[in-house]
């Protein structure tokens, strides 16, 4: 079964935005979470339950 993501954080222009969408993430395997994401060109993490980290392939952009 897919393990269910326990805590989301999003990157976008404005607060309510990333607000959002990290709820919306927070209702999806992490995969599909991160395919959400990356739909409506947003950045962002997601740790499911058994402490799997799933990223989008832009977050990379405000790592340091």
């Not at 954080?9 to 991160?34: I, K, Q, R, S």
């Not at 339950?49 to 990379?60: E, H, N």
């Amino acid at each position: 079964t897919a393990s269910g993501v326990v805590t989301a954080t999003v990157l976008a222009a404005d607060a309510a935005t990333a607000e959002a969408f990290a709820t919306a993430a927070m209702m999806l395997p992490g995969d599909a979470a991160m395919a959400m994401l990356e739909h409506v060109h947003l950045a962002g993490l997601a740790v499911d339950d058994r402490g799997t980290v799933f990223t989008t392939s832009t977050l990379k952009d405000f790592t340091v």
